[in-house]
């Protein structure tokens, strides 16, 4: 049931999620409290993906599916942005007090969706929030934690309030696209942030940074995305040296650095915006002196003084 006064919208962008679709739906159609619409766009899928959608379509409301032609390979960073904004274009955000961009490839718990607007209601300085990410490992069957930061909510469930997500601009349609948008909540005067508490832990069931190529390309993309937001060489190779130390073991922090070091080599393009730029670098300096906690705290505290309008 849906508390009265409140009605949040998902937005999902899919492509060949035959493999995770129900289990996903499902979560969500079982939540305590479920969206006012769910709208899933599906960006030209080729498995049984389109077949699910309109197996769940035809019998939950509040689903609304959007079809896009097959481009012909799947698209991470820009392509799943285009897709988002594909559904955007369908709804009027000022109808919802919450909007979130959602995948379909994870397993969240019941009251997820309740429990993330319970904690914004209580704090009208959070922009946006999330849960923490933990995927099975393969070779111990354990569940093991994505190793997210807590100063971000995550690329997989953007849960925004709507009004945070209109002054920040939206997405950015490039890779890193969620970096940018949490810094560019502090530098609006918002929270960010990730919770890893046991009832918003949820399973992601394809790992961060996996891709379709595999998950050296994965974290090689993370590396190009870093140096396009803005990342100086120093944080980078320190963010990567603490990478190592996550699956893959060595290799995946060596990817995300030769990603970063070969765009840098080649000249690619950066966020045209220098200001953000600024306030980014201003950042990973001072987490680097300061430790990210203390220097998020910091930046929390100030926009806490302001009053919101």
Known sequence: MTTPGRKYVLITPCRDEAQYARRCLDCVVNQTEPPALWVIVDDGSTDATPAILAE???RIPYIRIVRRENRGHRAV??????????GMETISPNDFDFLCKFDLDLDIPKAYFALLMNAMERDPFIGTL???????????GVLKSEKCGDETSVGMTKFYRTQCF???GGFVREVMWDGIDCHRCRMTGWIAESRDTQELRFIHLRPMGASQ???FTGRMRHGFGQYF???GLVYMTASAIFRMSVPPLVIGGLAMWWGYVKSMLSG???YNDLEFRAFLRRFQWQSLFFGKHRTTSKLNL???KRIRE
């Open 56 to 58: 769940y379509a035809a």
């Open 268 to 270: 690619a393009p950066r």
């Open 77 to 86: 960073g820009p392509g799943v942005i285009d897709a988002f904004y594909a």
């Open 213 to 215: 190529k595999g998950i």
């Open 302 to 304: 100030a926009v806490r």
């Open 130 to 140: 999330s849960g923490k990410p933990y995927f099975i490992d393969p070779s111990s």
């Open 229 to 231: 937001m803005g990342t």
């Open 166 to 168: 209109q002054e920040i």
